[in-house]
């Protein structure tokens, strides 16, 4: 049944954050620490003023996120005069959504990151392995991952520093250079709101430099090539939110070990897109479109998975989705795959080329829901400052 909710701040039909979307996340402007807000339209509801929420992460408040989010969406429904029609409050409690700076929304104990898109897995295993027989064994039998570097993740449109590292080019002998091989990988990010329970996503983009991944992944996996930064998009739209957009996983061929198995698994229809301006080109251009819904493994068998050892989650930890790509080329989430790893430059309308990212680019991803009302995340854009 279509939600057609309106509020009394209004919001246009494509518009990411209309009153069936309100994610949280933690801001500060002029005269304000950092508190939690909830965002609509081109405002942020501070939960601190209104009283129903306070802190400087989203930690402590994710037990009782989906009560407070019910007491807004009341308070901002059309009908609802108390907000609306108080201005002395209205004033206080909503800000302009250009005057707030974003911070990260959880103190972030763990991040892992996954390695789930089939397309991704296949892409990657066909260009270094063998294209007759892309995936590992182990990889239909439980969802890749690692633990990344949870202290250089950061929320929103931070620009991004050109690593350095060891690489080689001949693959005996290493220099010490700034990457170039600089990549971005199209994720999402799932929270944990506590053991077994996932509180809301995000966009995440795993900046990756791939000739130092190159040099130093072999045997013990991805080091120094991803920890350099993490971007996630500020505002965590909650699972309550994309509830409507729930679809049915692929099918697992083979079935999966018991404990991985799912009496009903889902996944959600997010529409994703990457963007890239060149330094130099006038207008950023679409270089990817693909769809979460893409994904092989579930975020509950991510989940699941890695607390199958017996290992603590916590609330605030982010877990990524890994690298989402579709079948088709123009559905692959990084450069490398876009690019095939060099040999097909992408060519922009102003004359670039690239095949990786250079010192000046700008890259935005965009997602979103769309089923009768839209529920967005907002762009997560990032450029990248020479090493
Ligand atoms: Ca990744």
Not at 68 to 85: F, G, M, P, T
Not at 100 to 123: C, E, K, Q, W
Request: aromatic share 10%; proline share 9%; glycine share 10%.
């Amino acid at each position: 049944m279509p939600d057609s909710r309106r509020s009394w701040i209004p919001t246009p039909p494509d518009h990411d954050f209309p009153i069936q979307n309100l994610p949280f996340g933690i801001f500060e402007c002029a005269g304000r620490a950092a508190r939690p807000g909830i965002r609509i339209g081109d405002v942020v509801v501070d939960l601190k003023e209104l009283g129903l929420a306070g802190g400087d992460t989203l930690n402590r408040i994710a037990p009782e996120a989906s009560a407070i989010r019910q007491r807004v969406s009341e308070l901002l429904d059309e009908n609802n005069a108390d907000l609306r029609d108080n201005p002395a409050v209205r004033e206080r409690v909503l800000i302009p959504a250009e005057s707030v700076t974003m911070r990260l929304p959880f103190a972030i104990g763990d991040y892992v990151d996954f390695y789930s898109s089939l397309d991704h897995a296949s892409n990657v295993g066909r260009m270094f392995r063998d294209p007759a027989n892309p995936l590992l064994p182990n990889w239909r039998h439980l969802p890749v991952g690692y633990h990344g570097k949870s202290g250089t993740v950061v929320a929103g449109g931070r620009d991004i520093r050109r690593p350095k590292g060891q690489i080689s080019h001949d693959n005996i002998t290493p220099i010490y250079s700034p990457a170039r091989r600089l990549d971005f990988e199209l994720e999402t990010g799932f929270f944990i709101q506590a053991p077994g329970r996932i509180f809301g996503m995000v966009l995440l983009n795993d900046w990756s430099a791939r000739d130092i991944q190159r040099w130093e992944y072999q045997p013990l996996g991805p080091f120094l090539s991803k920890s350099f930064a993490t971007s996630i998009s500020p505002w965590v739209v909650t699972m309550e939110a994309l509830e409507p957009f729930r679809v049915d996983p692929p099918p697992q061929d083979p079935p999966v070990v018991p404990h991985l198995a799912e009496a009903r698994g889902f996944n959600y229809d997010i529409h994703l897109e990457v963007w890239l301006q060149p330094a130099g080109e006038r207008e950023p251009v679409r270089v990817c479109r693909t769809n979460f819904q893409n994904m092989y493994w579930t975020m509950s068998q991510q989940l699941a998975h890695l607390m199958s050892n017996g290992a603590t989650v916590r609330t605030g930890d982010l877990c990524g989705s890994g690298t989402i790509s579709g079948p088709e080329p123009g559905s692959y989430g990084s450069m490398l795959e876009l690019a095939w790893n060099g040999a097909r430059p992408i060519r922009f309308p102003g004359g670039s080329e690239r095949t990786f990212l250079e010192d000046g680019d700008t890259v935005i991803f965009k997602g979103w829901c769309e089923r009768g009302h839209r529920v967005g995340f907002g762009d997560l854009r990032a450029s990248i400052l020479p090493a």
